[in-house]
């Protein structure tokens, strides 16, 4: 089965800082992954995907098959960024793409 | 209203109880999703629904009981649940299940509280 993993529960850092939040998982096939985003009392919603390959809010994942990682960056940090962040590849069966989600990480950004 | 929604944001009730949560979704989409998501575990997917057919159970109690009478609409019934059912349960949905690189857009979800 498929397994997802976020080591960090809690990531602290500055504004301006740079972020890199952990992901591993495990396939065995071509994986797509997804990063999904939870701010303060709303929805949770997707960040970004692997095979759009697009930066968004400016944040960036690189998808690492050696590693089987694929870890969200971003250079520099905004307070605006402080949210639960997912990880999350599709579900290897054949129903398709039901997610299964990693712990998530809670991002906090200080001033 | 756009995106899904769901109904009600909040629910208290014993284990004796029955009761239903409901979601429904404004975005013309085919595949419809239930999850869990309780404070020391994962999100953890529960049922999926492709064009009203379930296609997924992931080894949920029979005190969850889903129902997809249409593609916009997707139910969760609920009896003699147990207090460590209390979470908040969150709806999803897709244009369908067959491509991977579908986005899956989420409801604000339903705090569950069991007593």
């Not at chain 1, 009392?41 to 759009?52: G, N, V």
């Not at chain 2, 029955?18 to 994962?42: D, I, R, V």
Request: charged share 20%; net charge positive; glycine share 6%.
């Amino acid at each position: 089965a498929q397994r997802v993993t976020q080591p960090e529960k809690l990531l602290s850092v500055f504004k301006g800082a740079p972020v890199e939040l952990k992901c591993n998982y495990s396939y065995s096939g071509s994986p797509e992954l997804f990063w999904y985003v939870q701010y303060s009392r709303q929805r949770l919603q997707l960040l970004l995907r692997h095979i759009s390959r697009e930066s968004i809010k400016g944040f960036t994942a690189d998808l690492n098959k050696g590693e089987t990682s694929f870890h969200l960056k971003k250079p520099f940090a905004q307070e605006e960024d402080s949210a639960m962040y997912y990880c999350a590849p599709p579900q290897a069966n054949q129903a398709g793409t039901a997610l299964i989600f990693g712990k998530g990480t809670t991002l906090s950004v200080s001033s | 209203e756009t995106g899904v929604t769901q109904t009600p944001r909040h629910l208290v009730m014993g284990m004796t109880n029955k009761k239903s949560l409901k979601c429904e979704q404004h975005l013309g989409h085919n595949a419809m999703y239930w999850y869990k998501q309780s404070a020391k575990k994962p999100l953890e997917l529960m049922f999926v629904y492709n064009f009203k057919e379930q296609t997924e159970n992931n080894s949920v109690p029979s005190r969850f009981s889903p129902e997809c009478p249409n593609s916009s609409h997707l139910f969760l019934h609920l009896h003699t649940l147990q207090p460590e059912d209390s979470a908040l349960y969150l709806c999803a949905s897709s244009q369908e299940t067959g491509f991977v690189w579908n986005e899956q857009f989420f409801g604000p979800g339903t705090r569950l509280t069991v007593l």
